[in-house]
Structure formats: C-alpha cells, structure tokens
C-alpha cells in the first residue's frame, strides 16, 4: 500500500516551497497554521479537520474556470470537466443523504439558506403570482404589476428558533439579510427542560402562518424530531426548511435516523459541508423533486460563479462520508459529547438541558460567578479554544453571555475518546474554578476583565499537550 502520509508530506513541502517563492510570509503563516491547530484543544463546535485528499483537492486549477448555470447549461464554454465534478458531488449527496436533489454550488451555510429561501419564495409566491396574472416570464409583466409582485414578495413570513434557544442568525434575525427579507417570528425552548416545546411551536405557527418554518440550530444540544416538524408545516401550508448546517455529520454518518433525519421530512435542507461534515468550507442543498428547479436557479440568482475547486472537494468529503469509516466516527462524535457532558455534571458543572444528544454541549458558566466573555477568555489562556455562546434567557446579554458552547467533532477526528473527553472537562472545570470576575472603576463585578490564579494555565496547556501529543492531527505529515 502506498504511503499516504508520506505522499502528503513531500506534497505539501514543495507546493510550500512554490508558494515561498512568491511570497514568503504566505508560506511561513501556512507553516504556522498547521502548527497552531497541532497544538490546540479545539473544542469549537463548528469546527473540525477536513482530510488531506480534501485540502488538496481545493488547491487546483479549477479554481481559474467560470462555471455560472447549471451542469449541462453554463453561461461559459469548455466546463466539461467543472460538469464531471459538480455532478460527482451533487449524485455522492443525493446517494449518502437519501435526497431527491442536491445543489452543490452554495459558497457557504449562509448562501445556501439565502439561495433556498429565494427558492422557496420563488416556488411558493412568485410562480403562483405569475400564473394568476396570466405571464409565464416576469418580464412580461408591467410596471404596476411587477412592483405588487415585489411587494408580495417583500412581507412573507418566516418562524424559525430563537437566537439564544440555540437558532442562527440566518433564521430571520435583524443583523442578517433574512431578518429584513421576513416578518420574522420565533419559537424558543421550554424554561424548566430547556427542550423544544412542540406544543408551544405548534400553537405560534397556527397563530402566525407562517410562509416557511426552519428548524435546526447552532447551540441547541439535543435531536429535533422533524417528524413533528413537518406535522407542524402541514398544519399550516408551511413549507419546512431544515438548516442541518451543525449536524449534518450525525445525518451522514446515521447516528441521526427515523424521526431525527430531516431529509425524509423536510422541503428543503441546507447545510454547510465542513463542520460535522468534515469537508471543505462551503454549502449545499438538499430539496425534494418540487422544489429542486428553483434551488438550480441559485447561480446567478443570489450566488457569485460556483468555486469549482469547492465543489471538487465537496465530492471527495461526500465519497469519505459514504464510508463505514465515517458512520463509527460520527458515532463517537456523539459518545464523546456524552463523556464530555457527564464529565461537567459529575464535576458540579451546570449544563443547558441537563446534558446532550448530539455533538455539542452548552455550559452556563454563571454558576462560576463567570460571563461567558470571562469563561471564554480564561480557557483561551489556557490553550482550550471554545466560544462563548448565549443561554435561553441570558442574563448577560447576546455580547458578554453566559455559556461556553463546546463541541466534539474536531478532537474526535484526532482520536480522542472517552477517557480524554472526561479530562478535558476536568481541565475546563479546573480553570473555571481558578477565574474570577475583575473589578470595575466604581468597585463593582466586571463583566469583561477577569483574574485566572497564578501556574493553572500552563498546568492546563501541560496536560492538554500531553493528550494531544498521543493523537496527532495528520499524523506522519511532515514538513520539515
Ligand atoms: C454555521 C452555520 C451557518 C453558516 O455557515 P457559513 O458557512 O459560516 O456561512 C448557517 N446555519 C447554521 C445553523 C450554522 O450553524
């Protein structure tokens, strides 16, 4: 058998020495880059390490080729070879994710979302709209009839998870484009279990009527049960977008099945395609047969030329994805979210929901006397490399918050398990314990500066060396 990592190491040492040559500095913070992963806990839960045949697939020639439309129908000459990749990955997500459709072309999770909403409104509002006024082409229509069509258009309705529930800023929230484009409305989670209430979701949707229900989330740590879901939708004539952006891994990898896999349920799902999914930066949708002539109108609709090198990647990540390999790695991204979880709980720690189904895990840093910025900062300090996230409810406000969102998809990729997914929470508590608040001008609790005792940091980046030197990341990739 060849050796790939071998392979890998004399690969990148000389495409580092091609780029040395132009700029060297590019190629030293390159260098630096993969030392400073190296050398992390990398607990953030949107993060993870994409393999070497994917990092490499991104650095070709294709990245030179226009490729806008659609495989088959591109609005530039010679894409043959843009097509073969491009259909590579939309049939690999078809196949692993049980879809009828797939768009590869999204740049990231936020195109995606903003692609698939202007399908859903295009399928839903403008196709209906044209009809009935009689035009098969909006150019077609006349002035007046084009601005009540904008109009339409303008103030449909969006019911999506709240922020501090654990939804995404593209669910309808005024600091993104899909807060201005909807009437935004949003369910939470139940004060005492801290879970999605579905009766409380059913009653604001019947209320609301909303044009498009989203599920899915960025910090809610448990399952969604889209069988309930699209229950909901049906209710109302809602059409059900799953953003799976965070766990589209467990999808994949079929940790989540039966009522937890959006893909049999929803009209439309997005996601990004390098966080549980471990492959290169970037989006994709999912849609059923109805709806999949809209999403195809992604380029140029919303999205700039599609990254052909992206794509080509893409395929690769969904061709790994498709392995056994994979379906025991998102197995243990799971179980070690439940090791790290019971290791915060039998150390005393607070966890939103009491714990985890999934890859991550929410941590209310206010039983430290801590804000989430403090918590963040001190573990920063420390080597741990988390974010601080809201809580339902948060105190502290959406800037300072009060929680430390974890997650395990990154350091199960290095190999760890059980027993170092148990010490890292022990380390984190540890820090936690030894930080407290600063003192502000007038004497009170400072929400931002904070004090971490003497010798705990380089105690913590200690142990943590020692756990990360026994599961190196690329192991045998070597660029000296
Ligand atoms: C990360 C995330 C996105 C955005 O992905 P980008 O690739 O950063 O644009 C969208 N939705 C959800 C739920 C996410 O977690």
Redesign the pocket.
Known sequence: MTDLSALTSSAYKQALEVIASVEPRVAEATRKELEDQRASLKLIA?ENYASPAVLMTMGTWFSDKYAEGTVGHRFYAGCQNVDTVETLAAEHAKELFGAEYAYAQPH????A?LTAYWAILAQRVEGPWLENVGVKNMNDLSEADWEKLRHELGNQRLLGMSLDAGG?L?HGFRPNISGKMFHQNQYGTDPVTGLIDYDALRAKAKEFKPLILVA???AYPRRVNFAKMREIADEVGATLMV?M??FAGLVAGKVFTGDENPVPFADVV?T?T??SLRGP???LILATKEYAGNVDRGCPMVLGGPLSHVMAAKAVALAEAKTESFQTYAQNVADNAKSLADGFLKRGAKLVTGGTDNHLVLLDVTSFGLTGRQAEQALLDAGVVTNRNSVPADPNGAWYTSGIRFGTPALTTRGFGHDEFDNVADLVVDVLKNTTPGVTKDGGSSKATYKLADGVADKTRAASAEMLDKHPLYPGLDLA
């Open positions: 949107s990231s999770g936020i195109d979302n995404h593209t899915g989330y960025s953003d952006a965070h997005t990004t390098h966080k930066r970037g989006g």
